[in-house]
């Protein structure tokens, strides 16, 4: 079927549905970024394979939004599809609940799936079809017209130890009951995975490069049960944790348990991702009371413990290793003549990765991207539709590993042959960029939307901007994208001591160049005066960052010497793992710059 043909079908659904429009987004039961494919529909419905998107199939016409990382790919990949793709944010481009009332009269009903929409994004689009008497419903479509659907993963889940977490689930499980007594509940609803995985200490291999398992969980003060798929832990780790007072259910009870639980408690719940089908249950149960809050599990996970960061630390170490070996395999090939696509960079990077002790799969799918492709932020090459690497101007790469000591996130973006001065002058400014937050001294409490505009102003004085967020947090053999903490503008997180935060600005210059360097930084305490707490960051990162595109005369004093003394940590801490040939390779390029 054609796009057009699928999204006739899911006309069709809703009038059988006696309904007027479907809406689908980015999204699993589980708030998910990352999606197992079972439940990723969109690029199957609309063609379009970026995240964090939004399908509005209305009576007569059908549109997607899609935020600014993806404006140039949902152009490209909607074009001819009968889908409008709506920028969402850009001037004069209306938002979702604009459109909802614009195409949606009184008695009509759309359809989403109630198990796949948080419980807030719910209300929003409720609230806007009512102001036309319109109403929101809850059904699954997507089901029946999916044709080749892949089915709910149910990878062996596997047990962290404490050598690797720094806490026990018994001992993770008292912290979360304490916060429970501080919200003034007795219960929670823990449904995103990551959060799992952290109480759990269990990881699986449910979908590419992140080692978590599709379940949930509900504690209360006294009992906790896991919502798994049956058969996915061994033995030993199901009677493990159920000494550690864990029962076991299947993951598609926690529905029908919650409807039927006869006990009285004040359940936390957080509506932003919990899904609507979820807190309408807990609502509908005349013996649970609801108490919207955040899942305080996020907040702990977010802050490292000395074990983890300790462990991360080292995994960066390893990374380090593996990336300096890729440059230098870079390098020779581009020396050598040889041909090379963008597609070619991810196996290399990969087969230098799995030298390394402890790690097991990418983080992410690399993003190798050359010149205007570059300037697409998430962009991923397809072999047969991939960019031959040419000469001149630069190739971005962003890629990362997971291995049995952390995970990681890295972007470099290399000179493959001469530059023109606007590609040395868009660098030099994105590296002042990225120095400028590093290198940040901030009294707590200070937020990340506060500290997002550190790394602004060497772009901006220049006209120029980036359309996402500075940096995220870094999950713990996890996810690579992970709150509380984020660098945006959005972000009213306070940072705090152990926090991981990438450090990612860039330009993205459309159909000409894009460029972005990137490291992740753990938050630290530098010191106490009478003025507060003082925070500041070290990076966790240890790779060089090419110097040859620097205009050294743009750099003032303090990013130099922050430069200079960062690539002589590198030096310094890879070193002892690399090869005589290696260490030469590696101290030419931490060499200081002067001017």
Wanted: one cysteine or more; aromatic letters at 8%; hydrophobic letters at 40%.
């Amino acid at each position: 079927m054609t796009v057009p043909e699928k999204i006739a079908a899911l006309r069709a659904a809703a009038r059988a549905n006696g309904a007027d429009g479907v809406l689908l987004l980015t999204s699993d039961p589980h708030s998910s970024e990352y999606l197992p494919d079972h439940y990723n529909s969109l690029p199957y419905f609309s063609g379009f394979t970026g995240e964090n998107s939004t399908l509005v199939v209305a009576p007569e016409d059908s549109a997607l939004w899609c935020d600014g990382r993806f404006y140039v790919q949902g152009d490209k990949q909607l074009a001819g599809s009968g889908i409008t793709c709506m920028h969402d944010g850009a001037p004069g481009v209306a938002s979702l609940e604009q459109y909802l009332q614009a195409h949606f009269a009184a008695g009509q009903t759309l359809l989403v799936d109630g198990s796949c929409v948080p419980a807030s994004r719910a209300r929003r689009w409720q609230a806007a079809l009512a102001k036309n008497g319109a109403r929101l419903r809850s059904a699954d479509v997507v089901g029946p017209l999916w044709a080749g659907r892949p089915p709910l993963p149910d990878t062996p889940c596997w047990r962290l130890t404490k050598a690797q977490t720094g806490f026990t689930v018994a001992e993770k499980l008292d912290q979360v009951r304490a916060d429970l007594r501080d919200a003034g509940a007795t219960a929670l609803i823990v449904p995103e995975l990551d959060c799992v995985g952290w109480l759990f200490n269990i990881r699986a291999h449910d979908m590419p490069c992140t080692p978590l398992a599709v379940a949930y969980a509900f504690v209360t003060l006294d009992a906790c049960t896991l919502f798994l798929a049956p058969g996915r832990l061994t033995a030993a780790d199901a009677a493990a944790l159920a000494a550690d007072g864990v029962a076991l259910r299947r993951y598609d009870d926690l529905l029908p348990v919650l409807q039927a639980h006869d006990k009285a408690e004040t359940v936390l719940a957080d509506p932003a991702v919990l899904n609507w089908d979820l807190l309408t249950a807990l609502e509908e149960n005349p013996h649970l009371t609801v108490k919207e809050g955040p899942d305080p599990i996020t907040a702990r996970k977010g802050v490292k413990n000395e074990v983890e960061l300790k462990n991360i630390r080292e995994c960066h170490i390893r990374d380090g290793v593996a990336m300096v070996r890729f440059a230098m395999d870079l390098e020779a090939a581009l020396a050598a003549g040889r041909p090379l696509r963008e597609t070619d960079i991810e196996g290399m990077l990969q087969a230098r990765r799995a030298e390394q002790p402890g790690y097991f799969e990418d983080s992410f799918g690399t993003i190798a991207a050359y010149g205007p492709n570059a300037a697409m932020m998430h962009y991923h090459a397809e072999p047969g539709a991939d960019a031959a690497i040419e000469r001149r101007g630069f190739l971005l790469v962003d890629c990362g590993g997971q291995y049995d000591c952390g995970t990681t996130d890295i972007t470099r973006t290399y000179p493959v042959g001469p530059l023109t001065d606007d590609e040395r002058r868009f660098y030099t400014w994105t590296l002042q960029c990225h120095i400028d937050m590093a290198k940040a001294v901030f009294l707590s409490p200070c937020t990340g939307a506060m500290l997002d505009s550190f790394a602004r102003g060497p772009l901006w004085r220049h006209r120029i901007n980036y359309r996402c967020g500075t940096g995220h947090g870094v999950g713990f053999i996890s996810g690579v994208h992970e709150g509380p903490q984020s660098l945006n503008g959005r972000s009213q997180t306070v940072f705090r001591p152990g926090m991981t935060v990438t450090d990612e600005p860039g330009v993205y210059e459309t159909d000409l160049v894009g460029i972005r360097i990137e490291n992740e930084l753990e938050c630290v305490h530098l010191a106490d005066d009478q003025y507060g707490t003082w925070l500041g960051f070290r990076p966790l990162t240890l790779v060089p960052i090419d110097t040859a595109p620097v205009l050294v005369d743009e750099l003032d004093r303090e990013q130099l010497d922050w430069l200079n003394a960062y690539h002589a940590t590198v030096y310094e801490t890879l070193s002892p793992r690399l090869t005589a040939p290696e260490q030469d390779w590696l101290r030419e390029k931490t060499r200081p710059l002067t001017r």
